[in-house]
């Protein structure tokens, strides 16, 4: 407890980062009194910042009241509450919900549900899940399998029933003479076309995130993409699946983001902002239509010891009281569109930002060597990892990935709480323009 010696705590690399001390609003403070900016609100999780009062006086509330009841002991008012809400939230016919403690094992119950489904109503062969590459859908077995990102995937590819991929919608790789709304068509005819080779009486699902996470950043597939995906997966009676684990809750300025281009998934998976950080919370989203078949046939054969927590969901039903009574929403399309203007300008002046992308709070831009081919920087200078190192460094938090399969290439997310302010956004601007100086000098670019 000294603080000598190798730690006890571990977790992905021997990184080690200083001991956080207190966090409020959208910054943090470590120990040494150090603050950083949150600029990717964690995760892409603190989606109404940090140590909100009426969160924190809500969850005391259920604190004195009860911690824990087990989901086959007791119900509990907040989780009826936060499901009520929930259902009202969603798209049409969404009114039932389960609840987990986190992205993976929202994804989890939804490839769950589909399959149970489908031996509910007599469609045991289908049982495939298609999703897309690169993609990211969870750490889990069942999640990794649909996840599509060669660092995480490798190690365990003898452990996993690998299920089958079709390109992601990255049209702004492509050099062709086609415009963005026939792009957008051809990638989701590429679905149709492997649900044909694998015959749809095998095609259980297709899983997407309708904003790019980690894997992706930002993505935003054209328009005409979404609707098409939508109507292939009617005509195989394949369930769509959108996974906002990270584009729930607000973050792309609609509560789903299913709701920017009015599609209405068969099963939707929350988490992230959900809890926004104050407590481990996540949900599958349902309609009745799925369910009840399922429960007909006996049990869901699926479950989480804290499924439905009621110091949880008391979180969970204050931070979507927050999201509204604070206007988060059209705040997060306001300042988004700013910072998403300030991150082009900084394309302006920096020729290795090869693209800007995303929606609402949940932006990214990508480094490239040349911006006309998009050719990614050279894989040995790891620039995804330096740029986040310097930022850190000046007291600004982002995230980053490996643009190209997890392989090469560089993006970083620029997706900071939903009550960031425009002077917030200047901050964030401003360290990220000295960052990119300093790499730029390290790599002679």
Not at 29 to 57: K, T
Not at 75 to 98: I, S, Y
Not at 408 to 429: K, N, S, Y
């Amino acid at each position: 407890m000294d603080g000598s010696g190798p730690p006890n705590l571990f977790y992905q690399s021997r990184q080690r980062r200083p001991l956080l001390d207190r966090a409020e609003g959208v910054y943090l403070w470590d120990v040494n009194g150090r603050r950083y900016l949150d600029g990717s609100s964690g995760a892409m999780v603190s989606n109404i910042g940090h140590s909100n009062p009426r969160v924190l006086a809500a969850m005391r509330r259920q604190m004195d009241r009860a911690t824990f009841g087990y989901r086959l002991h007791f119900e509990n008012e907040p989780a009826d509450r936060l499901a009520a809400q929930l259902a009202t939230l969603a798209p049409e016919g969404h009114n039932k919900v389960f609840f987990v403690s986190g992205g993976s094992e929202a994804v989890e119950s939804c490839l769950k549900l589909a399959r149970q489904y489908a031996i509910a109503i007599g469609q045991e062969t289908r049982w495939r899940v298609i999703s897309r590459a690169p993609s990211y859908h969870g750490a889990t077995f069942g999640a990794l399998a649909a996840t599509s990102y060669a660092p995480l995937n490798a190690p365990f590819a003898p452990m996993l029933r690998e299920m089958p991929k079709i390109p992601a919608p990255r049209c702004y790789l492509d050099r062709d003479n086609f415009s963005d709304a026939e792009r957008g068509v051809r990638y989701a005819e590429m679905l149709r076309d492997k649900i044909v080779a694998l015959g749809p009486h095998s095609v259980l699902a297709f899983i997407m995130e309708p904003v790019g996470g980690a894997s992706t950043g930002a993505l935003v597939a054209p328009d005409t993409y979404y609707p098409r995906v939508r109507e292939i997966c009617d005509e195989f009676g394949v369930l769509l699946i959108y996974d906002e684990v990270m584009t729930g809750a607000g973050r792309t300025g609609k509560y789903l983001a299913a709701e920017h281009w009015n599609i209405n998934p068969d099963l939707i998976a929350m988490a992230k902002g959900l809890g926004a950080g104050y407590m481990p919370l996540g949900a599958m989203l349902a309609p009745e239509r799925i369910v009840e078949p399922v429960l007909d046939r006996g049990d869901f054969m699926h479950g989480y010891t804290y499924a439905g927590n009621p110091l949880a969901c008391a979180a969970g039903l204050a931070v979507v009281e927050e999201i509204f009574a604070q206007d988060l929403m059209a705040n997060t399309v306001a300042v988004g569109d700013l910072l998403k203007r300030e991150l082009e300008g900084l394309k302006e002046i920096y020729p290795i930002i090869g693209d800007v992308r995303g929606k609402g709070l949940l932006l990214a831009f990508e480094l490239v060597a040349d911006r006309d081919t998009m050719r990614p920087l050279p894989e040995a200078a790891d620039a995804y990892l330096r740029l986040v190192e310097l930022a850190y460094e000046r007291g600004l938090i982002i995230y980053s990935r490996r643009t190209r399969d997890g392989v090469e290439g560089d993006h970083f997310l620029v997706c900071p709480p939903m009550i960031t302010t425009p002077a917030q956004v200047a901050e964030i601007v401003a360290i990220l323009k000295d960052s990119l100086d300093a790499l730029v000098d390290e790599l002679a670019l």
